[in-house]
């Protein structure tokens, strides 16, 4: 499991970085997030969530079913949007209200 990190959105926030579990996250000398060891990745998805540019994006590998779609996070009239983007050009959006996702 593994995730990407857009430099070119990212805005330095530095959010990712705070929330990654495994501190994997590291900022380079202009302020940008990347990931130095993608491999390491623990799949928490934390980062992702946290990132208000969508610039950190999951990569839903074939070994858990996605064949290479990949996945980031929209926040939107108190809603979190699971936007899944599938190789083939395909979107696929599933909303969550964080308020009920404890319910079940």
Same mark, same amino acid.
């Given at each position: 499991?593994?995730? &990407? ?13 705070? !929330? ?12 940008? &997030? ?11 998805? %934390?980062? !992702? ?5 969508? &610039? ?5 590998? &074939?070994?858990? =079913?996605?064949? =290479? ?6 926040? %939107? ?28």
């Amino acid at each position: 499991m593994s995730i &990407a990190i857009d430099r070119e959105k990212c805005v330095g926030c530095g959010r990712c970085r705070e !929330v990654c579990p495994g501190t994997l996250i590291k900022i380079d000398e202009t302020g940008k &997030a990347y990931i130095k060891y993608p491999k390491d990745c623990w799949g928490c998805t %934390s980062c !992702v969530k946290e990132c208000p540019v969508n &610039a950190v994006k999951f990569y839903l590998g &074939a070994d858990i =079913g996605g064949t =290479g779609s990949m996945v980031h996070t929209e926040k %939107s009239k108190g809603l979190l949007r699971w936007v899944i983007e599938r190789p083939d050009g395909t979107v696929t959006n599933i909303d969550i209200d964080p308020k009920e996702s404890n319910k079940y």
